[in-house]
């Protein structure tokens, strides 16, 4: 029940008028990374699991908490979509990613 969802970086994320940064490590390349999501190229924001982060990924099952998932990038046909998955504050059982979700629908209108 304790064990972390499953990532790929740590760190922090910041909501500006513009952007949303990320500061942090990458665990598969071992470095530290920053990078922007511009505020206009987000095209869906979704608290909830799907297909891609589902609850058998992690021990909870789903009842005490749920990522974010934040789709940006062209939705025209000669470019991808990309997904980043959001988990903020988890601290075993529990996550803070209901506040940060208001927090960006928010920011998004």
């Known amino acids: 029940m304790l064990a972390p969802p499953p990532y790929r ?3 922090s994320v910041a909501i500006n008028d513009a952007a949303f940064t990320f500061k942090g490590y990458d665990e598969f390349s071992n470095e530290m990374v920053e990078f922007n999501i511009a505020k206009e190229d987000i095209n869906q924001l979704y608290h909830g699991y799907d297909e891609t982060f589902n609850t058998f ?7 005490t908490w749920a990522p974010i998932r934040i789709r940006f990038g062209s939705s025209n046909v000669d470019k991808e979509e990309n997904d980043l998955y959001v988990v903020c504050g988890f601290n075993g059982a529990f996550s ?3 506040a940060l979700f208001e927090q960006l629908k928010i920011w998004l209108s």
């Open 57 to 63: 990924q992690t021990r909870g099952m789903g009842l």
């Open 9 to 11: 970086f740590k760190g």
């Open 96 to 98: 803070k990613n209901e």
